[in-house]
């Protein structure tokens, strides 16, 4: 055994995206202000070393509003400490990630009425209403 198999290595991934997409969501935002359409960045689809992801949570932080949602499975719609910039994650129903977003609108179209949605509660508020 040489003096170098006495060494310990720690080799740490580091892909450096965190910052580069916290000014991307800072950049959304200033758009998203000016009365331009919101943004919304796909977190799976980023390349992010391991433990990257719970930084760019952790520097958003949490917000007041939260909301859950089961749909083919559980989603959490969670405000960050920023207003405006919102984390979706969507779990399948062996509650696995699926989806994770980072949402830069004023409220993330999940949890927007549907038209279709209205319609059918229209009628169905008339129905009760005949009774």
Do not use: C
Request: glycine letters at 8%; hydrophobic letters at 40%.
């Amino acid at each position: 055994m040489s003096s170098l198999d006495a060494i310990a290595v720690n080799t740490e991934v580091v892909t450096g995206n965190v910052e580069p997409l916290l000014h991307e969501v800072r950049h959304a935002l200033k758009r998203l202000a000016n009365g331009e359409d919101g943004t919304v960045i796909d977190l799976r689809s980023l390349p992010l070393a391991p433990g990257e992801e719970e930084q760019i949570e952790a520097a958003l932080g949490q917000g007041e509003v939260r909301a859950e949602l089961n749909a083919l499975g559980p989603s959490l719609v969670q405000e960050t400490s920023y207003p405006g910039v919102w984390l979706v994650t969507h779990r399948n129903a062996e509650q696995a990630v699926v989806g994770r977003f980072i949402e830069v609108t004023d409220m993330p179209e999940l949890l927007k009425s549907q038209q279709a949605d209205i319609e059918y509660g229209i009628n169905r508020l008339e129905n009760e209403l005949k009774n």
